[in-house]
């Protein structure tokens, strides 16, 4: 059996024989939700590639203590993916970044579209963003990720075109775009994965991307939902 994995920010680079404290939420949830005991094997990671390996040595009802057996420090990807999900009506955007996550995307930015239903206005930028944080914490845990992506700044369509050029690959999913297997990617640097709400992109947002630099891109002939275009261009680019 695989360990479960839990987060915690402030985890440093530690010793093989060495104890480290869980705290917090996820010491709650390992012993109320996940009632780990004590012997039990189990991982520690700080979101940033640091992943510790121990077992259970000692717990009570807010605290957890872990035996250290193996400590990795992973490597970022040479080449990374950042998703940049159109507001979507219900829980559609969730389930892509969701999903994105347990297929390895570094980092997530919500983007306010012409064409967006759900709009995240004033104090709704600061919530939405939170709820996505915890979605992807969650989904690093389930997949065993060591990397907790990042979710940014909501973004309108203006000051996507404007961080266009801070990418070495801008893509944006359309059915009038070139076909996949036209595609070259870098073999290093940062693709930005650009995916549109249910009503899908206007053409003054694709004609102000394609001025900034982008590649059009469309996935076939069939149209995907916004909560699976996403991760399935993000699942053919990874497999490539």
């Known amino acids: ?20 404290l869980l705290t917090g939420d996820e010491a709650k949830h390992a012993i109320a939700v996940r009632r780990m005991r004590i012997g039990e094997a189990i991982q520690l990671s700080n ?13 009570n009802k807010t605290t957890l203590t ?13 080449l990374s993916f950042v998703l940049v999900q159109a507001l979507a009506k219900g829980d559609r955007d969730e389930l892509a970044i969701q999903t994105a996550t347990e297929l390895g995307i570094a980092a997530v930015i919500p983007w306010q579209s012409e064409r967006s239903i759900s709009r995240w206005d004033g104090p709704k930028q600061e919530k939405g963003r939170s709820r996505w944080q915890q979605i992807v914490l969650e989904a690093t845990k389930q997949s065993l990720r060591a990397f907790v992506p990042e979710i940014r700044q909501v973004l309108d369509s203006t000051e996507l075109a404007q961080v266009a050029g801070s990418f070495d690959l801008f893509l944006v999913l359309d ?4 076909e996949l297997s036209s595609l070259v990617l870098p073999t290093s640097g940062t693709v930005a994965i650009v995916v549109g709400p249910e009503g899908g992109i206007s053409e003054a947002e694709l ?18 939902r916004t909560s699976t275009a996403g991760p399935a261009l993000l699942a053919a680019l990874t497999l490539r």
């Open 47 to 59: 979101g940033y590639g640091l992943r510790v390996r121990g077992t259970v040595s000692e717990l």
């Open 1 to 20: 059996m695989v360990e479960p994995l839990f987060i915690q920010a402030n985890l440093v680079t530690t010793t093989i024989g060495s104890s480290v």
């Open 66 to 78: 872990v035996l250290v057996d193996s400590v990795e420090k992973e490597s970022v990807p040479k």
């Open 175 to 178: 059915a009038s775009g070139a």
């Open 207 to 224: 004609e102000r991307f394609s001025k900034a630099g982008a590649k059009v891109l469309s996935l076939g002939a069939g149209i995907l």
